[in-house]
């Protein structure tokens, strides 16, 4: 029963393009998301997160966007770069659901061309 | 300086073995994770400690246990290893439970790959 669902396993883009990555989750209970990069060998690492009260929050070159009514966020990175290739993570928590523990998306590969 | 390390970094072992997992983070967190990540990539969590308590433990094997000697160690033993429990296996750590909170996210080791045999 997959909760936080992300549909791409992989996405390609251009360097200095935005890359998109898209996460969908089902339970409407969850308030709080995240993303986390994660390189070949390594953990993942916190990148950005959002809470239910904003559609919208950004860090620099990253964005994510959320669309409470269609269950759905988005990050967005403007412009890519080649060290942004990596697994990209889509988490989500809620505290009565989840003891606010992190629901955990597969992953989708981003890779960066140069 | 590794903030959250991990070791081994790879383990091969055979069936009916038992085997540890040795976790530690310099953070200075009060709460620490094990995290196994399936052959279908999901990060599923294990446990958590906080201060050396175990406030999840997730339904997993009774194989498995963690064992917190203190605030800084968290280790992972496993008992009679079957071929399933192959996976990678990620340590995390976090300022204050939970770990979803802007200000205290997970910091996470570099991971364990187990392969049973």
């Known amino acids: 029963d997959q909760q936080v669902k992300q549909n791409s396993p992989s996405l390609s883009v251009q360097e200095g393009r935005i890359s998109i990555l898209n996460c969908d989750y089902t339970n409407s209970m969850f308030d709080y998301f995240l993303w986390y990069k994660k390189y070949p060998a390594e953990g993942p690492t916190f990148l950005i997160s959002?809470?239910?009260i904003k559609d919208k929050n950004e860090d620099g070159r990253f964005t994510v966007f959320l669309n409470k009514s269609a269950k759905h966020l988005s990050l967005h990175i403007v412009p890519s770069q080649p060290g942004d290739s990596a697994v990209y993570f889509c988490a989500a928590s809620h505290l009565h659901y989840s003891n606010y523990q992190l629901i955990w998306g597969a992953g989708t590969k981003l890779i960066i061309k140069p | 300086d590794t903030a959250v390390s991990q070791t081994p970094k790879y383990l091969v072992t055979q069936m009916g073995n038992d085997k540890s997992i040795k976790c530690e983070q310099n953070l200075g967190h009060d709460t620490m994770y094990w995290y196994k990540q399936d052959s279908k990539k999901f990060l599923k969590i294990m446990f958590s400690?906080?201060?050396?308590?175990?406030?999840i433990n997730e339904t997993v094997p009774n194989r498995f246990s963690p064992k917190s000697p203190d605030k800084a160690h968290l280790n992972l033993h496993i008992n009679s290893l079957e071929l399933g429990d192959s996976a990678v296996y990620f340590c995390a750590s976090s300022q204050v439970g939970p770990p979803s909170s802007y200000n205290s996210p997970l910091h996470f080791g570099n991971g364990t790959r187990l392969t049973v045999t």
């Open positions: 400690y906080n201060n050396k308590e175990l406030i």
């Open positions: 959002i809470s239910s």
